[in-house]
């Protein structure tokens, strides 16, 4: 098993940028794919990006895509989310995903795909 905690979220500036960080515990962080998914209030969870066990694949919804980068450091049992170009539609709890499973047989954009999760950061970016 792995546990998961974000941090980084908080409230900026349209057009500001934010690094989230999602901490997993656990000997075997490199054999988890990890994505990013988020949910803004009134609306169901969505997927924001996701990235394979040793980082060489990287998949990104449309409306993240330039703006956004996954990336992972598995000497550090971390992942990240840098956003940068940050729009009010950006507001959201974001979440930190993780699964065993190869990234290449995952629907990941399915959530239910995703057998950990984090808790959730917030980020609000204001207009």
């Known amino acids: 098993q792995v546990q998961l905690v974000e941090s980084g979220g908080g409230l900026v500036q349209a057009g500001g940028s934010l690094r989230l960080s999602c901490a997993a515990s656990?000997?075997?962080?490199?054999?988890?794919?990890m994505g990013w998914f988020r949910q803004a209030p009134g609306k169901e969870r969505e997927f924001v990006a996701a990235i394979s066990w040793i980082g060489g694949n990287t998949y990104y919804a449309d409306s993240v895509k330039g703006r956004f980068t996954i990336s992972r450091d598995n000497a550090k049992n971390t992942v990240y989310l840098q956003m940068i170009a940050l729009k009010p539609e950006d507001t959201a709890v974001y979440y930190c995903?993780?699964?065993?499973?190869?990234?290449?047989?995952?629907?990941?954009?399915?959530?239910?795909?995703?057998?950990?999760w984090g808790q959730g950061t917030q980020v609000t970016v204001s207009s």
């Open positions: 995903a993780a699964d065993r499973k190869p990234i290449a047989t995952m629907p990941i954009m399915d959530e239910s795909a995703w057998n950990y």
């Open positions: 656990g000997r075997t962080f490199s054999s988890y794919a």
